[in-house]
């Protein structure tokens, strides 16, 4: 992967972002703050920037349900793996409903749940504002909900206790921020994104306002791709994007990894290779992807996200509710992965393992 040095960039770039800082002004000092937000992005701390106090874990068991949008997707897989881990360590049980990707099968899942009578529930990757009925009758039945990509937003929202995430546009930024880079600022962008997810979706809309936010970039084409699309699908697809946009499609961004592994066919790939497009993820760090990475081959970078933190801050967040305390919604800041910095936090497990001591500092918190 090149990365090219912001200071010899000669493209205004205008993001929508949180930091004053990066108002509109001077193009070369603009692009300047720009590059250094791609090198904090890329540089993760080995210090604990999480909660350090918080309610001890009860003397009495606790009875989770975990309801999976579809544990062969790999976030959600590594999620309830974390929050079995840390409900372990609590003296908690466990129960997983996985709904298999077929989204009609949510609400019967979190009615099976409620009929458990469980102390809490887990919504993973599953929209809450898609299941209005069953989320009142948790609140009436005074069953927290904490959910994990259950919302566009980071903590309290939608019903929801707290929802435990990385904020989904930064990550957008990030990756189309790193796609205008590596093109000299003339990206040629086609973005992959989830059309049945509003999490993903917000992913997708903020590519597209960063994208057309740059001067000299071209937003090709938005394609809304089901999660039950299949990899033979994709050279049709490709082909006809190469058809109609030839040599100005220089990057793909998918909003997730797992577009990219529909692209990871022999076929799919020699398209990509013969049309010198590199491809981007906005999340959320699969091992595929940083095998991808690792090798060199058409993806250049992800946005992963700590998997197996989030799980134990899903925990640690129940215990709070339990506890009758606020959710500390806590959001692990966005980490850009390339092949620079794939040896460190977990790379050569090909996984975001933050090297930031979590574990502890949550048994700390729970007395354990």
Known sequence: MKLINFNFVTVVLVFCLTSSAFAQEDPTLYLNRANARIAKAMA?????????????????????????SNLKN?????VANGVKEAAAVAGWDVFVIDCWGVNSKHAEAFSRALALQPNGIVLAGIDANEQPKEMNNANAQKVPVIGWHASTRIGPSDGLFTNVTADPKEEALIAALLGVVNSNGKAGVVILTDPNSLYE??????IVAAIKQCRTC????????????????????????????????????GVNDNYLDLLATPASAA????????????????????????????????????????????????????????????????????????????GPQNTFEPNNGYRAEYKKIWGK
Request: no cysteine.
């Open 271 to 346: 398209i990509i290779a013969g049309n010198k497009i590199e491809a981007l993820s906005a999340g959320e760090g699969s091992e595929s992807a940083y095998r991808r990475i690792r090798s060199k081959s058409f993806q250049v970078a992800t946005v992963p996200e700590p998997f197996s933190q989030q799980g134990w801050q899903i925990i640690d967040e129940l215990n709070r509710s339990f506890a009758g305390e606020k959710a500390s919604a806590y959001a692990t800041p966005a980490y850009l992965l390339t092949e620079q910095n794939i040896a460190f936090h977990g």
């Open 218 to 253: 071209s937003l090709l084409s938005v394609e809304a791709l089901p999660v039950a699309t299949t990899a033979d699908k994709m050279p049709a697809l490709l082909t006809s994007l190469t058809q109609r946009f030839g040599k100005k499609w220089t990057h793909i961004i």
């Open 201 to 206: 979706q917000s992913k997708s809309n903020a």
């Open 44 to 68: 993760f701390k080995t210090t604990w920037d999480g909660p350090t106090s918080g309610p001890k874990i009860p003397a009495q068991k606790k009875s989770i349900v975990l309801i999976a």
């Open 74 to 78: 790999n976030g959600v897989m590594r």
